[in-house]
């Protein structure tokens, strides 16, 4: 079995997109993005090129919790099969300087706020633009309350 389709059985379809997503050896889900070394700029996704300097950009570990800065609920007719409603939010990372747009947990749509500390899981959410079931990348509480 390829390391890819390994991916698809943990994740139970294969991502959604590649390199957004991986396993550490316990099997907890992380973020994956690019970082550089001539200004220390953190991205996610990767990006070849940093955006601040555009010189190139080396592959790196983002971790899988952080901090919600800001959520919204998404109560409109959702794309690509995304559950109706949905929450998304900006995400202040642990484990490195960077504030990414990610989905919440949709069993909880509507029910987080501004501080919840949230840690990354992968699951089959909705499809890819050809109706195949995809795995994507959400936060839920870390802590229950
Ligand atoms: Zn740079």
Do not use: W
Not at 26 to 31: E, I, K, R, T, V
Not at 45 to 64: F, I, N, T
Not at 122 to 136: L, T
């Amino acid at each position: 079995m390829t390391a890819a389709r390994v991916l698809d059985h943990v994740f139970g379809a294969p991502p959604i997109a590649g390199g957004l997503f991986d396993v550490d050896a316990s099997g907890a889900p992380f973020l994956m993005g690019g970082h550089c070394d001539q200004c220390d700029r953190y991205v996610f996704p990767y990006s070849e090129s940093c955006p601040a300097c555009l010189s190139g950009m080396k592959h790196v570990r983002l971790g899988g919790e952080g901090v919600i800065y800001s959520h919204t609920t998404v109560r409109t007719k959702p794309p690509y099969g995304l559950p109706q409603p949905y929450s998304v939010a900006f995400i202040d990372l642990n484990d490195a300087p960077l504030r990414i747009f990610a989905l919440l947990d949709h069993s909880m749509a509507g029910g987080f706020r501004i501080g919840d500390r949230v840690k990354l899981k992968v699951g089959v959410i909705g499809h890819d633009g050809e109706g195949d079931p995809r795995a994507r990348g959400y936060f839920t509480l870390k802590d229950s309350r």
